[in-house]
């Protein structure tokens, strides 16, 4: 089985306007080609005609078993109709998780503006996921984005549910320590390739990510996503295939701990 955490719905070539079902159709077209079972998708830090809103994407998957939504919330943008929405969407099983995105917004993740939506992830037992490291986007302020930041919040905040997304690249080391560190920090291996992997970067990544494994102890903490369209599902399924990790590992990293995390019934895949 495999359960991709990290996909997106949103247009990131704007040459022209993609309808969500254009897009909707294209993910779940390729996650058919390449055997993906369940897939969540991520709603951005910013809304516009080439990025859907939450409630755009929450209505797009419903009838849609093998797909889950994670809220992205804006730090610069939310307001109180925001939470009253997110709520309403936790307390109905609309949202798997939130998502954040320090380093393309000014913000570390401890910031106290976002003590109440830390507080609801928690009462509703949903993950929270952070950018983290390099940004797409050139105008991003990478120092908000270091997953050193990511200790603070796991640490007043035991009972929050964190990932780290991207494994925190290029700073996986220190990825690691928060990791081994924190036993409510998890992290994805999401969008560290643009398109397909070349063969050196995926020798580099491949040696990155099993020396992370083998510092931070039995990989119950990592877990697969691509980034989807950013990053090419076949590549990274290739990738997967490389790294030297007994299949009971891989097995963990590919489904299982996201299943755990995120309350997915994969009962409702097979």
């Known amino acids: 089985m495999i359960i991709d955490v990290h996909t997106h719905l949103n247009n990131y070539h704007e040459d022209r306007v993609t309808s969500i079902t254009e897009s909707l159709d294209l993910l779940s077209n390729t996650m058919k080609d390449n055997h993906v079972d369940y897939a ?91 950018h983290s490291g390099d940004t797409y986007a050139p105008n991003g302020k990478v120092k908000y984005s270091h997953p050193l930041h990511i200790d603070d919040l796991a640490v007043d905040y035991p009972d929050l549910k964190i990932v780290i997304c991207h494994v925190g690249n290029p700073w996986i080391k220190d990825c690691m320590e928060v990791v081994y560190k924190n036993k409510n920090v998890y992290a994805d291996i999401s969008g560290l390739v643009l398109g397909d992997f070349s063969y050196k970067f995926e020798r580099y990544m491949k040696k990155e990510i099993e020396e992370m494994i083998i510092y931070a102890g039995n990989p119950k903490y990592l877990l697969y996503g691509t980034d989807w369209p950013i990053s090419n599902m076949k590549s990274y399924l290739q990738f997967m295939k490389q790294l030297d990790l007994p299949e009971d590992k891989k097995e963990l990293i590919l489904w299982q701990n996201a299943a755990e995390l995120f309350k997915i019934d994969v009962k409702e895949l097979r």
């Open 40 to 130: 969540l998708i991520l709603s951005s830090y910013k809304v516009n005609e080439h990025r859907p809103s939450t409630k755009q994407v929450v209505e797009a998957v419903k009838g849609y078993k093998n797909l889950g939504v994670v809220a992205g919330i804006s730090y610069l943008h939310y307001n109180y109709k925001d939470i009253i929405e997110i709520s309403q969407y936790l307390k109905e099983g609309h949202i798997k998780a939130l998502k954040f995105y320090p380093g393309y917004e000014p913000f570390y993740p401890n910031d106290i503006r976002f003590k109440l939506v830390y507080e609801m992830a928690i009462e509703y037992d949903v993950p929270v996921m952070f």
